[in-house]
């Protein structure tokens, strides 16, 4: 089956640590996205990559780092200097950075205390 | 810079019955895209519906519909014969399509819970 997956479901660190949350497609997917979801808010753009080797902020940067050395895999590193890591993440793709839709992974849940 | 706003923090509707959920967002693009995404309690988000602006035609996908309003920038989700599997979070987004930092990115608003009642 084709699809997004994000591992682990729940995540746990303490704080002061970086933590890397995983995402891999099998969709052939050229554009990844990475997504923070905060209870009583919509989506925010972390990251995003058009392409192998290369990647955007979005509107919430600060705090985290991506890579993209693979067209299937875009992790996401959640560093010590983002002030508030705790949320869910949510990972997506679509077919290129012109493909109207996203689809979407079942996420990681990070809880840092 | 885009914004989307849901107005209807919760929603309730009978089971069979029919619901509007409702949408509007701000923009000064002329073309862009709308969907509609459910996330239910497992937090996977689907795909619900998707519209473009330059279509006229409201999309219709089985008992999902719009209703697109281009001048009024609303774009509102019907369920009809609402069902108990359609209870989950209802998220509103808009696509870009102009040029710079904004093209492809997803602009989200504040979601929807929809509770269904048997």
């Known amino acids: 089956d084709g699809g997004i997956t994000q591992s682990p479901k729940y995540l746990f660190r303490k704080e002061g640590q970086n933590v890397t949350l995983s995402c891999e497609q099998n969709l052939n997917h050229d554009a990844m996205y990475w997504y923070r979801q905060d209870p009583g808010q919509g989506l925010r753009l972390i990251y995003y990559s058009q392409i192998v080797n290369d990647f955007q902020k979005g509107d919430i940067a600060e705090g985290y780092s991506v890579s993209r050395e693979k067209k299937e895999s875009f992790p996401l590193t959640v560093t010590s200097a983002q002030k508030n890591p705790t949320a869910f993440y949510l990972c997506?793709?679509?077919?290129?950075?012109?493909?109207?839709?996203?689809?979407f992974g079942p996420g990681t849940r990070l809880t840092v205390t | 810079a885009q914004t989307v706003t849901q107005s209807q923090p919760e929603m309730s509707v009978q089971e069979a019955e029919t619901v509007t959920l409702s949408c509007t967002y701000d923009?000064?693009?002329?073309?862009?895209?709308l969907f509609w995404y459910k996330q239910p309690p497992s937090r996977q988000m689907i795909l619900v519906i998707r519209?473009?602006?330059?279509?006229?035609q409201n999309a219709t996908e089985n008992r999902f519909s719009v209703n697109f309003q281009k001048a009024a920038k609303s774009f509102s989700l019907k369920i009809s014969d609402s069902q108990l599997g359609d209870a989950a979070m209802y998220f509103c987004a808009y696509r870009s399509l102009a040029g710079g930092t904004s093209y492809g990115k997803l602009t989200f608003g504040q979601g929807t819970i929809l509770t269904v009642h048997p």
């Open positions: 923009t000064s693009e002329s073309d862009y895209y």
């Open positions: 997506a793709s679509s077919i290129d950075h012109a493909g109207p839709e996203q689809y």
């Open positions: 519209q473009e602006a330059y279509k006229q």
